[in-house]
């Protein structure tokens, strides 16, 4: 008989030496794609993949091994690691090595497709990339130009869309091969809970907080109709392409169209941020303070060094922003295009919360080395984020003299970023789970992702679209392989948490007044979270924050309340007639 200690033995064994290769063959394959990502040549591309290639490989042979380890028999971290080992995978390899190497070059290139693709503007005569075609998207009121440019952007669908087709059949061959139903049951599988019911999961979510984003569509819809007249429709969807932004993820760009006040908002970050001649260095500065300010660390020497602030101006890049972990210890970075606006300097904080989360986790075991869930990371900077107040800006000094107090201004702003995000969120992996699924085939690609954008967000494109377009692929994570869901879920906890910690910190006041920049118990639950790693299943992780064991949308819309019955009132005198 086999003795009991042996295959405890075994598998302490097997994960101790899985993470020991998983560790060197990942800062290759970092510092890899950290040279692709900020110098996009063919050579970089390959070298790219090819240690994308190396470290697949050895996350697959580990998880192979580690799925014979009989599950009784293990003890409590050893069975979560090897749980974990094939969910870390960001996609699945086939075994047959040539088709291995096929797809890990098909996301590599379509990534790299996407960020060198260029449109020029009918009153233009440069080629624009997607910083100045978003920024044209943000500010102008013109119809026609918006419509030129979001068609003009949406072509690089097109150019993706056979590299995106073979992806999926080969990212699929390699989830079965594991003995997931496929890609998208893969991802799914990654929330400490069946597939099926992580998808009930987001739909419970997604109905908690659909009659806000309703009333909040409507209220758009009916201010934009003002404006645009009968191009938006009394009771229909309304066009992509008068929202503010390339794919009506969020709406805060057109505040000015809508707010309840006509006149600039006194809170206008950008206009502050710029007349204070702001640098993107001292952007990022500000964030670090704001951790720091909690009792966190500052950032090593080796970020200001190393990362990528600013579009350099003679190479291609990946301008996306995106937060780096080179060494998986304390070699974090960010890698953005900074421009001086309140959306940068909100988003510079979303990034920071990955490098404080790298760094709080660096020292658990390397397969514990994440967030309690996908989401989970999404959250953190976003939830600092959420601190960023008029008072707050006060008292680092941005916002200056007398302001008269717009409350409504505030709240509207914040929710045409967040609550408008939320069918967004949710949409792009319902679409990519049943193409990985095989219940859209690439003939109906692209009318099943218009479906779900009116079923969702209530809008339509702007012109008629044909079936050989591929608009999904015209957003970054889509080429890119990066799941999408976790932003959805990280809009909803990213309020629970604000709720936490501004309770922990002792404030009792409405959610969207509260800041917890300063407070060292706020910082102490945070940072508990963040050490945690991804070493116990999320909801003890968002107990330990919260106190809850599920998420939960209350914290969003107790957060919202007083705008949610402003808004209420304005839909119900618009349909009298006003
Ligand atoms: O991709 C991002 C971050 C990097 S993880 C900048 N976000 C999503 C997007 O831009 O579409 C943040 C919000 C949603
Ligand atoms: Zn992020």
Known sequence: MVPPEAPATEAARLLEAA??????????????????????????????????????????????????????SVDPIVARKA????????????????????????????????????????????????????????????????????????????????????????????????????????WRSRYDMAPEAFSREVDRLWDQVRPLYDALHSYVRHRLRAIY????????????????????????????????????????????????GTTPEAMVRYAEGFFVSLGLDPLPPSFWERSMLVRPRDREVVCHASAWDLDFANDVRIKMCIEITGEDFRTIHHELGHNYYQRAYGHQPFLFRDSAHDGFHEAVGDTVALSVTPGYLRRIG??????????????????????????????????????????????????????????????????????????????????????????????????????ALLRASGYDGPLHRGSIYGSKEAGRRLGALLAMGASREWPEALEAISGERRMDATGLLEYFAPLRAWLEAQNRAASHGG
């Open 229 to 276: 007249g009968d191009a938006v429709p009394a009771d229909g969807p309304i066009p992509a392409h008068l929202l503010g932004n390339m794919w009506a993820q969020s709406w805060e760009g057109i505040f000015p169209l809508v707010a309840p006040k006509p006149g600039p908002s006194p809170y206008d970050l950008t206009k502050l941020l710029v007349e204070r």
């Open 398 to 499: 941005l916002l200056t003299g007398p302001v008269e107090d717009d409350e409504l201004g505030f709240l509207l702003e914040r929710a045409l970023e967040k609550i408008a995000f939320l069918p967004f969120g949710l949409l792009i992996d319902k679409w990519r789970w049943e193409v990985f699924a095989g219940q859209v085939p690439p003939a109906e690609y692209n009318p099943r992702w218009w479906a779900l954008r009116a079923q969702y967000q209530g809008i339509a494109p702007p012109t008629p679209r044909d079936a050989a377009e591929f608009d999904a692929g015209a957003k970054f994570h889509v080429p890119s392989n990066v799941p999408y869901v976790r932003y959805f879920l990280a809009h909803i906890l990213q309020f629970q948490f604000h709720r």
């Open 83 to 186: 749980k974990l080992l094939p969910l870390i995978l960001p996609l699945a390899p086939p075994a047959d090595t040539a088709r291995a190497q096929e797809l890990t070059r098909l996301v590599t290139s379509m990534q790299g497709t996407y960020a060198k693709a260029r449109y020029t503007p009918r009153d233009r005569t440069e080629a624009l990339d997607l910083q100045g075609l978003s920024k044209i998207m943000l500010e102008s009121r013109d119809p026609e130009l918006l419509q030129d440019v979001w068609v003009g952007w949406h072509a690089v669908g097109r150019s993706i869309r056979p590299d995106f087709e073979r992806y999926v059949l080969l990212a699929n061959e390699g989830a079965r091969e594991l003995g997931f139903a496929d890609n998208g049951a893969l």
């Open 19 to 72: 993470e020991r290769e998983l560790l060197v063959a990942s800062v290759e394959q970092s510092r890899a794609d950290w040279v692709y990502a900020t110098y996009i040549t063919p050579d970089t591309e390959e070298l790219s993949s090819s240690a994308l290639d190396r470290l697949l490989g050895v996350t697959v042979r580990y998880a192979r091994q580690a799925s014979r380890l009989s599950p009784a």
